[in-house]
């Protein structure tokens, strides 16, 4: 970090949207399809991606964009359902957990950032401030959509352009307040586990996001949102989908309960519906 507290100058040059977009241009190009199918076994056989599990068959996906954003077969994860536990909404690493009483969130050892920031709201923070929060990490080669943490109903939402820093150690040790600087898509719920949010943060090469309740579509020039209620709320079940990366990213879930604790140990790989948090002993 330089001396003034700003990120390195290469990182704040990755971090622009455009080089983003540019990739998105590649992802998306019509490869030939014996070029596209040995890159598609190249890069599953290095990082261990499942592709028994997809839905289409490699011969079946005309871009990479289309592989990067595979839906599974039915059944290739199981949600959990028991009572007091919120559901991982997406496979990848349970990488933070802790207390919002004091309005703030812990990026890395050291780096905190503060709600308000983080959803762009104050009013809107105000309904998780002594309540907690929990951060799901996707690597590029995970599964790369979202899905609701809990049985609940969506009343508003809320984009927030901005940068698109790496989420990855490097860019949690350089930038002050990463979640709350890249571009973002925040849902607001009423839950079974009281009111929480659920916020889509992209990041480099993660230029576009996409949800499923409308047809915003992140870093591609639209001003923000403004928070927008919606006038037929839209109920969700565990797993149901709520939106797409484009490649790996990071989920950050809040709530205004304070008396949840993580399901498994921080640092853990997660699969999607799989118990990531559950209410403590002393609340069951």
Not at 190 to 215: C, K, N, P, S, Y
Not at 263 to 278: K, V
Request: aromatic residues 10%; proline residues 6%; negative net charge.
């Amino acid at each position: 970090m330089t001396s003034q507290g700003q990120p390195p100058i290469w990182l704040r040059a990755i971090s622009d949207p455009r080089l983003s977009q540019v990739m998105h241009k590649i992802v998306t190009a019509q490869l030939p399809g014996p070029f596209l199918r040995t890159a598609i076994r190249t890069f599953s056989k290095v990082y261990g991606v499942e592709l028994h599990e997809a839905q289409r068959a490699v011969a079946d996906f005309e871009t990479f964009q289309a592989f990067f954003t595979r839906q599974l077969k039915e059944g290739s994860r199981t949600i959990c359902t028991d009572a007091g536990v919120v559901a991982s909404p997406a496979d990848g690493t349970l990488s933070s957990f802790g207390s919002l009483e004091s309005g703030r969130l812990v990026q890395a050892k050291g780096v905190e950032y503060s709600l308000d920031s983080l959803l762009g709201d104050s009013q809107d923070a105000d309904a998780y401030r002594n309540g907690s929060y929990a951060v799901v990490y996707l690597a590029p080669y995970n599964y790369h959509r979202v899905h609701s943490a809990w049985r609940g109903t969506l009343t508003a939402w809320r984009y927030l352009p901005g940068a698109l820093f790496p989420v990855n150690a490097v860019g949690l040790k350089h930038v002050p307040g990463l979640f709350a600087k890249n571009e973002r898509i925040i849902g607001h719920f009423d839950t079974e586990f009281g009111r929480a949010a659920l916020i889509m943060v992209g990041a480099t090469f993660v230029g576009h996001m996409t949800v499923a309740f409308d047809e915003i579509r992140s870093n591609t020039g639209l001003p923000p949102s403004g928070r927008v209620a919606l006038d037929t709320p839209m109920d969700f079940e565990r797993g149901d989908e709520f939106g797409v990366f484009e490649m790996g990213s990071t989920v950050v879930l809040v709530f205004e309960r304070n008396d949840l604790e993580p399901a498994l140990p921080l640092g853990s790989p997660i699969r999607m519906g799989q118990p990531a948090l559950r209410a403590s002993e002393a609340s069951s």
